[in-house]
């Protein structure tokens, strides 16, 4: 399958995730960071998909990618919080389960962000969201896994718990594809935490590439997958001006 972009490591594909990854000559991937449609929560034409169909969809990725991946791999999977429950039982069935994170999206003692502040109070009945839950589990996980570490320890510069603070990536930043992009400390925190320096990790809904970036600073390689044409181009020259940029 011919990429669709290519540099400093990083891969890229257009395509939709479910052809792309069985046709990857690739293997050995050690951790996959899998940020995919929310479900009708964006008004996108990339989020117009059922709960439903998105189960089946991270079923067949969970399948597939599984087959590329090492013995007990990371996975995180971004998911908006009612949706937690049935992707939970997913990875149950499929992987293995570690935990839920929740990013908190403004840091701790911070103001609400804009969109909060104008909710109507007056007939609440639902809190606004203003986290995201990061679904964190182990591909191919092997029954005696605790023989089987999944890396070797590297400290890191705080401890490590399930409540993740990072700012999100404003409307306003000079830097923003996609609206749903990840910041590129979250991403980066992340691979530094699953996965070895030189090893390779898979983004099947890339959306802004960010996670190519973080693979980069954090001397990683990428496949990346995302299904717009658009995002990909975006994408791609964000990847050629950062990688030429650091040259
Ligand atoms: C939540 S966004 C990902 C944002 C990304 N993490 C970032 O930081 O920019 C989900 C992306 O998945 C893409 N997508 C949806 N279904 C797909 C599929 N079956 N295969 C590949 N990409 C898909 C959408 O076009 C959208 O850009």
Redesign the pocket.
Known sequence: MKPYYETGGVTLYC????D?IPALDASGIELM?A????SRVRDDA??R?TPDDLIQ?LDEVIMSAGKRMKTNSSAYF?CWPPFSDRLTGLLRRRAGFLGHLVWAKRLAGGAPTGFAARQNVRVLRKYFTETERILFAEINPRPDRASYPRRTFHAMKSRYTDLWYYPPVGSASRLR??N???PLGL?ADMITISSEPGSVIL?????????GIAAVQTGRRAIL????ES?CEK?AAWLESFVRGRA
């Open positions: 395509g939709d995730c479910r792309v960071i940020d995919p449609p929310y990339w989020d998909i969809l971004f594809i996609h749903c992009q990840k991403l983004d099947p809904f890339a959306g802004s590439c960010a996670s997958v995302e299904r717009e995002y994408g």
